[in-house]
């Protein structure tokens, strides 16, 4: 099993950006992959990016693509998601999550096996 935590939300202007980390705590971690997703009120959850745990393969949300950067370090046992451009529309609480599936991507909730508490990003106008 694994245990995430999210750190660096917070609140910032439109244009501008920020950088999330997702730090996992385990005894093993070589075959999970990993996601972020966010939620706004009155919104359901939603994909935002994913990378496999060799970190070859990523994918985004069309709504992100070409703002936001997934990636990781795995001597740190971290995964980062960038984020540049943001706008209002960006506001959630962004969730990680991390599944035994690791050698590709997975795009659903469901997939994930392990989720994180969560970290609230506010983009204002």
């Known amino acids: 099993q694994v245990q995430l935590v999210e750190s660096g939300g917070g609140l910032v202007q439109a244009g501008g950006s920020l950088r999330l980390s997702c730090a996992a705590s385990g005894r093993t971690f070589s075959s999970y992959a990993m996601g972020w997703f966010r939620q706004a009120p009155g919104k359901e959850r939603e994909f935002v990016a994913a990378?496999?745990?060799?970190?070859?393969?990523?994918y985004y949300a069309d709504s992100v693509k070409g703002r936001f950067a997934i990636s990781r370090d795995n001597a740190k046992n971290t995964v980062y998601l960038q984020m540049n451009s943001l706008k209002p529309e960006d506001t959630a609480v962004y969730y990680c999550?991390?599944?035994?599936?690791?050698?590709?991507?997975?795009?659903?909730?469901?997939?994930?096996?392990?989720w994180g508490q969560g970290t609230q990003v506010t983009v204002s106008s």
């Open positions: 999550a991390a599944t035994r599936a690791g050698a590709g991507i997975r795009i659903a909730g469901y997939d994930y096996d392990y």
């Open positions: 990378i496999n745990w060799s970190g070859d393969i990523t």
